[in-house]
């Protein structure tokens, strides 16, 4: 969440994730798609991929979160 805080215009995959966080792949979707339950990020189709970004307010909804 704090590369998405520094970077709101940064887009993810799982592909990314996976690499960057040294997963495999199903933990990498896993981590993606939860983060999307949550509403920490906003999935949307481009080609065949997913790539999830961050909201415009992630930091409300992150500060929110802590609040409670």
């Known amino acids: 969440m704090s590369h998405a ?9 799982f592909r990314s994730h996976q ?3 040294g997963v495999v792949y ?3 979707r896993t981590d993606l798609l939860d983060l999307e339950r949550r509403g920490l990020l906003d999935r949307r189709k481009v080609g065949q991929r997913f790539v999830f970004r961050p ?3 992630l ?6 979160r ?3």
């Open 55 to 57: 909201p415009l307010d």
């Open 5 to 13: 805080l520094r970077h709101p215009d940064a887009g993810y995959t």
């Open 59 to 64: 930091a409300e909804r992150l500060a929110s």
């Open 19 to 21: 690499t960057s966080h």
């Open 26 to 28: 199903q933990s990498a």
């Open 66 to 68: 802590q609040a409670s």
